[in-house]
């Protein structure tokens, strides 16, 4: 027993959110449909009080190194905490105006944060796959959450056959490293990796494992599901998706392979430098042929995580400390995006085409201004935070000696410019498809999007580059490496 009090101490993050998430659940079955602003409200404010008590706990390890709480969980943590909190913000919004209200959806975000926050403390092969399924399970329910539309259902129904497949991966990996090194822990299996003895099955089992995680952040060849679920889920869930899972997944990507493979660093770069390159070329060129906006974005994330995966390739605090910093201004620039998608409609019917935003500038200058700014970014046109996340990655990857990988993912980014700047040339220079004029903008929305892109701005960005809990994080992460 006096063990298992600091063993909680430490978990006080995800405790909260599943004792506040259970809490929550209990209120909506009793209340009914008509406890779903009260329940979203409390949602925010747990994830917040979450995100506080992440940032001010105790650092260390616990339940024999299954759990780790360190600069790098607690950085991870709280961008996956508050990105969920923004994504119920968005979907409060997004039921009251297509009238689907429904107390489960900011119950369904809390637990799949929990989900998420246990893959950032992940000490083990078992508490990766805890967090792994647990907050799956969550966000195949949010997939089809819009019951009576028959592309959200078939995208959950997509989202869970081909996460049930990236599972069977992911076990399968778990157990050919385990049957090699003798152990589930990060710790002894970088022993092992370190001293050559396990050979070639631990490489297969690593293979394995690497590819079930990358399906969890649609990364190339293992991204099949992502345009369907993206175009099909609701705008408010797939800005869920775009941002705090895949932050949850590439903290756990960097930790498992920086503490558990640290030793076979030149056999799993190989493998993941080749994702990082099926990526830049499936999301550069799979997106100049969309005429949807959330599938554009679909093919816009699977390019990123290209990025963010030749970071982590790198294999130095360098790398880690890039990603990190690539990862968070993606969460924002995402989040901006999708903000101002849920802002813009016409007829009172969400405007989700390409074309349809031709003319933007007439009804919405301000909105026209803050997806410049965010397109910008994101191709990473200097002096846009997009410009700097880019800028990090390639160098630590130059640093690395991958210069040409560096070479063709900034290849890949000329190319992925043009659908950014097709979208500018119709929201400035091209007539509107439709006289109906843009309808006024929920201001929840339209703030939020607005904000991110400020964020976007050189000095504020200029301050983050040189934070000091994202250095921390970043050795902590490659502290034994």
Known sequence: MPDLIPALHLSAPELTLAIGGLVLLMLGAFAGEKSTRLVSTLSVGLLVAASAVAAT????????????ADPLAVYGKIVIYLSSAVAIVLGTGWMERTRITRFEYPVLIVLASVGMSMMASSGDLISLYVGVELHSLALYVLAAFHRDDLKASEAGLKYFVLGALSSGLLLYGASLIYGFTGSMRFEDIAVVAASGDAGTGLIFGLVFLICGL???????????????????APTPVVALFATAPKMAAMVLIARALSEGFGGAHDQWAQVIILISLISFAVGAFGGLAQRDFQRLLAYSSIANIGYALLAIAAGTQAGLQALLMFMTLYVIDQMGFFALLMSLSRGGKPIRRIADLAGLKRDRPVTAV???????????????????????????????????????????SVVAAFYYLRIIKLMWFDPPLDETPVDKAPRGAQWI?????????????????WLEPLTRAAASGFGAG
């Open 57 to 68: 706990g105790p650092l260390g390890s616990a339940f024999n190194g299954a759990y780790v």
């Open 214 to 232: 990358a399906f969890k952040v649609s990364a190339a060849p293992f991204h099949m599901w992502t345009p369907d679920v993206y175009e099909g």
């Open 370 to 412: 803050a997806m410049t700014v965010l397109c910008l970014s994101v191709l990473g046109m200097p002096p846009f935070s997009g410009f700097w996340a880019k800028y990090y990655v390639f160098g630590a990857a130059a640093g690395a000696g991958y210069w040409i990988v560096a070479a063709v993912g900034l290849v890949a």
């Open 449 to 465: 999007g607005w904000a991110c892109a400020a964020f976007s701005f050189p000095l504020v960005i200029v301050g983050l580059i």
